[in-house]
C-alpha cells in the first residue's frame, strides 16, 4: 500500500519523465536532518534558575534557526549528492522572425577568385571566401530568425536543419573552408532546402537564400519539379550571384542571338523568374552589393512563429549547492555570534 | 575561638593560596534574640513559660503556694488586704534548638562570582558556634530531592560541634563534585524535611537560593510554619547581574534541564535585571505575609556583625 502511494506520488511529479536522480543512496542521509533537533550536544553555560525569567522571542528564534539552518544544510547536501536533474525536453518559444534556409554552393567553381574591378593579388580572394563572410554577418543578425543550412556541390548536405541554434549555422559555414569540390547540382539543393519547409505549418516568410555563382543546366523536368515546389512551400527565393571573372553580369540582357546555353547562370537567372514566387537576385561584385542582399533578407518580420526548441538536460544539484552555501554561511554567522566563555 | 578544620603543622610551606582556603573555616560568633518562649528545661538563655530560679519577674504568689522565704516581698505583703505573705516569682531561662537547614540542590552548585558552597559551609559552622556559644543545640538537615542524611546533625550542645559540622559539610561538597550532583536535582524534600524537626519550636535557618517553583516555597513555608524561620538566601549575582554585554549563549537550568539561547543585548540585560529585582521584592513580599523574620541575603565576604545586626534588628 505503502509502495503504491508512493509510485502515484512520484508519478504525478513526473520522475523519469521530467526529471531524475543520478544516484539514489545520498537518500539514505535525509534522515540525519533529524538530528540537530534530538541531540543536545551544543555547548551550554549552567544557569541556577531559569524557569521564572522573561521568555525572549528573538533568543528562541535564533535557536530555532541554528537548527534550522543544521537541518536545511544535511538536506540540502543530501540532496545535492543526489545529483538530481530535469531531463532534456522541448520548450515553446515564439520567434517573429522569417525562416531562411541558406543554399551554399560549394563546387569547385567556388574556388575560383572573385570579380573585381582591381587587379591587386590581395584582391583575388576565392568566391567561397566571400561567400562565407556574407553569411557570417547575416547569421550574426536577426537572432528571432530560424536559419538552416544545406551545402551542395555534387549532391547536397544538410549542414544545420532549421532552427534557432545559430552556433549551429556558424561551425557549418566554418566547415566550408575545406574548399569545393565536384559540380554545381542547384536543383537538389534547393530541393532538399524546401524539403524542411515541407513538413511544417506556414507560419511566416520563408526564404531560400541561394548563394552560387550559378554555372548549372537544368532540365524541363527538374524545372517542373522544383517550380511545384517552390509554389507548394511559397517560399521567396534571394540568389546572392557570385560572379566570377568569366562569368557574365545579370543585369544586362543578353545581345540579340546569343545562344543562352552558353550562359548558364544567364539561364537559370531566366527560369527562377519563372517561378512565381518573390524572387530577387543580386549580384555580388563587392561586398558593399552583398551587405545589401543581406539586410533585405533581416528585414523580412512577419507573423509570430511558434516552434519548438530543445534545451538540454539540466543538472539541478547546483540549487541544492547554493541553499547549502546559504545554510552554511547561516550557521558560520550564528557561531561568530555565539558566545565562547560566559565571563565577559 | 579560631578553629581550623585541618590544622596543619605546614601551613606556612603552602602555596599563599590553599593555605587560605583552609584557614577560611574560621567560625564567627553572631548573636540573634528569640521573642517567644522556649519550653525545653536545659539550661540557657531564653525565656520560658515555666517559673524557677531566674531573673526574669514574673509575679507575685502566697507563700503557701510558693514557699520560698528568702524572696518574701515585704512591700507588697503589706499592702495586701486581708495581710498574706507574697513572694516574688521568677521564671526559668532555657535553650532553645537551632537547626540548619541546607537545600543542596543542584542549583546551589552554580559557579559564579562567589563560592556559595563556601559560603554555606562558612555560615553553618559559624551558626552551630553562635549557637553552641549562646547555649543553645545546633541541629542540621540537608536535602535536594531527598534528605541528605550525610548532612544529617541531631541537636547537640557538644563544644566541638561546629568543628564537626565544617568537616562534614566540606566532605559532602567534595564527594558531591564526583558524584555530579550538579546535575538535575531540584529541592522538593526541603518540605519533608522541615516537617520532621518535631513539634517543638525551633529556631530555622533555611539556607537556599530560594529559585523554587510557588508550589515548593508555599509547601516550606507551611511546613516552617510552627518555627521560628529565618529565609538565608544565597543567591549569586553574576547569574543574572554583570552577563557579557553581547553575544548569543545557550543556557541550560541546572536542575530542570531546560535549555534556553539568549541573545544578549541592552534590552535583554534591562529585562533580566529587572525580573531580577521585581523577583527579590516578591520573595521578601512571600517571606513578610507568611510570617517569617525577614529574610538574610547573604552577600559573598558577609561579616558576622552585619548578621547579627540583621538578627537582632528583625522580629517574627
Known sequence: MWEEGAQTVLLASGFNEHWGLTDFWPL????????????????????????????????????????????????????????????????????????????????????????????????????????????????????????????????????????????????????????????????????????????????????????????????????????????????????????????????????????????????????????????????????????????????????????????????????????????????????????????? | MAILSVPTANASEMSPSSSQLQAAFEPSQFFYNINWRSKSYHAGATLTTHHGNGSDFAGFASLLACPDPKRIDIRASVRTVPRQWLVRTYLERAAVRVYAIIDVSSSMFFQGEANMRQQVTEFVSSLAWSANRQGDAFGMRAADDHEQLALQVLPSFQPGTAQAVAQQITRYWQQAETMNRADGRSANAIPETLMSLGSQRALVFLLSDFYWPDALLQQTLQAGQHHDVIPVVLRDRTATAGLPSFGWARLRDMETGEERSWMLRRKLHQQIADHAKQQKKSLNARFLTAGTRAPLWLKPGWRAEEVSRHLMESMS
Not at chain 1, 530555532?64 to 549528492?81: C, G, P, T, V
Not at chain 1, 571573372?245 to 540582357?253: I, M, R
Not at chain 1, 543578353?254 to 514566387?277: K, R
Request: aromatic share 8%; glycine share 6%.
Open chain 1, 28 to 344: 539514505l542521509l535525509l534522515p540525519l536532518a533529524v538530528l540537530p533537533w534530538v541531540l543536545r550536544g551544543q555547548m551550554n553555560f549552567p544557569h541556577p534558575a531559569l524557569q521564572g525569567l522573561p521568555a525572549d522571542p528573538l533568543s528562541a528564534w535564533l535557536d530555532r534557526l541554528w537548527k534550522m539552518a543544521l537541518s536545511l544544510l544535511i538536506l540540502a547536501l543530501s540532496l545535492a549528492l543526489t545529483g538530481p536533474y530535469l531531463k532534456s525536453q522541448y520548450v515553446e518559444k515564439i520567434g517573429r522572425g522569417a525562416h531562411v534556409m541558406i543554399v551554399l554552393d560549394r563546387s569547385a567553381s567556388m574556388n575560383e577568385p572573385f570579380v573585381k574591378k582591381g587587379d591587386d593579388a590581395q584582391a583575388r580572394v576565392p568566391k567561397m571566401e566571400v561567400a562565407r563572410k556574407v553569411l557570417k554577418t547575416l547569421v550574426a543578425q536577426g537572432h528571432d530568425d530560424l536559419m538552416g543550412m544545406v551545402t551542395f556541390s555534387t549532391s547536397p548536405i544538410l549542414a544545420a536543419p532549421l532552427g534557432n541554434d545559430r552556433e549551429f549555422v556558424q561551425a557549418a559555414l566554418d566547415a566550408t573552408e575545406a574548399g569545393g569540390m565536384g559540380f554545381t547540382a542547384v536543383a537538389r539543393g534547393l530541393g532538399m532546402a524546401l524539403d524542411y519547409f515541407a513538413d511544417q505549418p506556414v507560419t511566416g516568410a520563408r526564404a531560400m537564400v541561394l548563394v552560387s555563382d550559378g554555372g548549372a543546366h537544368l532540365d524541363g523536368k527538374t524545372q517542373d519539379m522544383l517550380r511545384a515546389m517552390f509554389m507548394r512551400q511559397k517560399a521567396s527565393l534571394y540568389w546572392i550571384y557570385l560572379r566570377s571573372e568569366s562569368g557574365v553580369s545579370l543585369k544586362q540582357s543578353l545581345a540579340e542571338g546569343e545562344n543562352i546555353d552558353a550562359y548558364p547562370e544567364y539561364a537559370l537567372h531566366e527560369y527562377f523568374q519563372t517561378l512565381n514566387v518573390p524572387y530577387r537576385v543580386y549580384e555580388a561584385e563587392n561586398p558593399q552589393a552583398v551587405m545589401a542582399a543581406v539586410r533585405d533578407i533581416s528585414t523580412l518580420k512577419n507573423k509570430p512563429t511558434r516552434y519548438l526548441e530543445p534545451v538540454s538536460r539540466q543538472d539541478l544539484s547546483q540549487y541544492a549547492y547554493g541553499l547549502a552555501w546559504l545554510a552554511a554561511v547561516c550557521l558560520i554567522c550564528l557561531y561568530a555570534l555565539e558566545l565562547k566563555r560566559w565571563q565577559a
